[in-house]
């Protein structure tokens, strides 16, 4: 990692030197002195903008949870037809997912063994559920199959949505991020979508 220098630093550079670290060592697996390394920076500089590392923690989830959040109040998420909705928030989770991977790859790596973590889970399972509750709302209004378990299906979706942060890398070697979104969205509808 390149060391910035000291006057380069604020709080969202902070935040993104200790969103990667804790990637890569863990959030428990992290101390201060970790990310005052990784940071180029003394530890009291880091104090002068967060309050410490679950500070760090908490403002790296909630811009995960943020950009999921904000899907449900997007106007294509709102109107129409149940599993149009929810096809447009499924493409949408894949682009927010792939647009702020580090900060949802850390959100989908929180345990609960902190009051930030546990916050975190509990804000996730409510996006869950919400989501849930489109599948659900679609196959009430007969759109996708009926002989697929609607909490099976949805933890179906969310798994291969959540499973991208493990192997996409955006480094122009791989699928492109409208290529990966454009696959996801029809492996889940093709499947899900009635004849």
């Known amino acids: 990692m390149t060391i910035a220098r000291r006057d380069t630093y604020t709080p969202e550079t902070l935040l993104s030197v200790a969103v990667q670290v804790f990637n890569e060592r863990g959030y428990d697996g992290t101390s201060m002195e970790h990310l005052s390394k990784a940071a180029g920076i003394s530890k009291s500089s880091i104090y002068h903008h967060v309050a410490g590392k679950e500070e760090l923690l908490r403002r790296a989830v909630s811009r995960a949870l943020d950009g999921l959040f904000g899907i449900l109040d997007e106007e294509h998420a709102r109107g129409g037809r ?26 989908l790596r929180v345990r609960g063994n902190t009051a930030t973590e546990r916050w975190a889970l509990e804000r996730r399972r409510d996006f869950d559920h919400r989501v849930a509750g489109l599948l659900k709302d679609a196959a009430a209004d007969g759109d996708v199959r009926e002989d ?19 192997w996409y890398r955006p480094d122009g070697r791989g ?13 889940v509808f093709s499947g899900l979508r009635r004849d």
Not at 86 to 107: G, K, Q, S
Not at 175 to 187: G, H, I, K, M, Y
């Open 82 to 107: 149940a599993a149009d909705r929810l096809e447009y928030v499924v493409r949408r989770m894949v682009e927010v997912l792939i647009a702020e991977l580090p900060y949802v790859t850390l959100l």
């Open 148 to 166: 697929v378990e609607v909490r099976l299906a949805t933890r179906l979706v969310f798994g291969m949505i959540n499973s991208i942060v493990e």
């Open 175 to 187: 699928a492109t991020e409208r290529e990966v979104t454009d696959a996801v969205v029809r492996l």
